[in-house]
């Protein structure tokens, strides 16, 4: 894997690395092939200015790359969100507040990545810019036998594999569902999602007011402390307790169903080295995990939310849209005012007793997917194909989406061998124990890589 945000913040400090020489290998990758469909827009300019600034290798992000998803305002750039029907609105006069923090922070920002048409689906499939392909970096190649490339994950799949690629130290993204952690898990990167109050979405174009969360992937959990200190303007104290210290949990029901064979011997293995190095999991029922798809049956608070901002557009320019997305959305469009209510009742009650059942825990452990990635070929556009992306998508999103709906926060560590494809160990809890989980995260890394 290549170096870190850190490591090479180090080099540039100690004088053995040129933040400008940085600058120009990140270019490089970004217009290499396997950035293909990664970016919406390279500003070469922008990264070679903040590269050259003097004072720049003292500050947090000393220069270095960051790559900013096709959400988030970013002054004088268009924000499209992956769409075609966004391509004529004026650029924005203004950076929003999570690019205004890394831009304070130091950060060159390298360009737009390309990303699920208006952030909704988790196999990250773009029928008009096209799709990237997913990038293992652990190998540091492509996923999957050369010419079958494999889906990247989504919403955020060019942040991902931007990152992936060594392409960006940071990518800015979003996570609703977990737009974050699955395609950090199908390219074997870190990525956090933070308790959504953590990071102001101001500036980010919406998918679920309830759920949306402003985030970011990196190449290691120091680099991904370091993005949520700058995103979230807070520090995260760092732990010196021991893995036996934590109590950890293991759901043997829901997150582990339907896993392929690649993620169970991948999760086993993980369980096994982390029991082996004095961790503590015990197996829990949590059955209250087994009341999301009824929750949910009237559609949810993404597709509900999601239409009540995009009604208006799709009455003008439906046909514009990917049908995909568009027949997602439109299932808000039937949502009753007291369906909506009693989702919001649903899900607060809900909250409540999943606290009360993980009480005494410090995390929960799980896979991020319970699938690696699919095929492109097998999930491209096409009504044929519909069936399949539909089911593949259900299952990326699955375990990430419970920890949305708790209003909770969780990494994806990548937890795979080499010569595997990419699979993620998601450690996750309910609201505001970022900090716990970052912690445990540190002390879970290097346990994991010993594969």
Known sequence: MKSDLIATRQAVQAGRLHPQDVAEGCLALAQSPACNHVFMQITP?????????????????????????????????????????LETQRPAQSDCLAVA????????LIGRTNMVEFAFSGVGINPHYGTPAAWDALSDQAV??????????GS?????????????FIGLGSDTGGSIRVPAALNGIVGFKNTARRVPTQGALPLSTTLDTVCAMTRTVRDAILAHEVLSARQV??????????????????????MDTTVTRAFE????????????????????????????????????????????????????????????LMRGAGMKAHEYMDLVNARNNWIRRMEAALLGYDAV??????????????VAPGAERDAEFFRINGLLLRNTSAVNTLDGCGISLPCHAHGELPVGLMVWHGAMHDDRILQLALLLEPLLQKH
């Open 144 to 153: 999957g036998a050369p010419g079958q490339p494999h889906a990247p994950g």
């Open 365 to 378: 452990l799980s896979p991020t997917t319970p699938i690696t990635s699919p095929k492109i070929i097998d």
């Open 269 to 328: 293995r993980s369980l096994n080295t982390l029991r082996a190095a004095g961790a503590s999991i015990d197996e829990i029922a949590l059955t209250e995990l087994d009341e999301l798809a009824p929750m949910m049956s009237t559609g949810g608070f993404s597709p509900a939310e999601g239409y009540a901002w995009h009604r208006d557009l799709i009455g003008r320019e439906s046909e514009r849209y990917d049908p995909r997305v568009l027949q997602r």
């Open 101 to 108: 923090r890394l831009r304070a922070a130091g950060a060159g």
């Open 45 to 85: 300019d922008a990264l070679r200015h903040t590269a050259t600034r003097a004072g720049v290798a003292s500050s947090p992000l000393a220069g270095l790359a960051v790559s900013i998803k096709d959400l988030f305002d970013v002054q004088g750039q268009t924000s499209k969100a992956g769409s075609v029907v």
């Open 156 to 168: 955020s799949s060019g942040a991902a594999v931007s990152v992936a690629t060594g392409a960006a």
């Open 237 to 258: 104290p760092r732990g010196q307790q021991p893995l036996s210290g934590y109590r950890l949990a293991m759901v043997k029901t829901v997150m582990q169903d339907g």
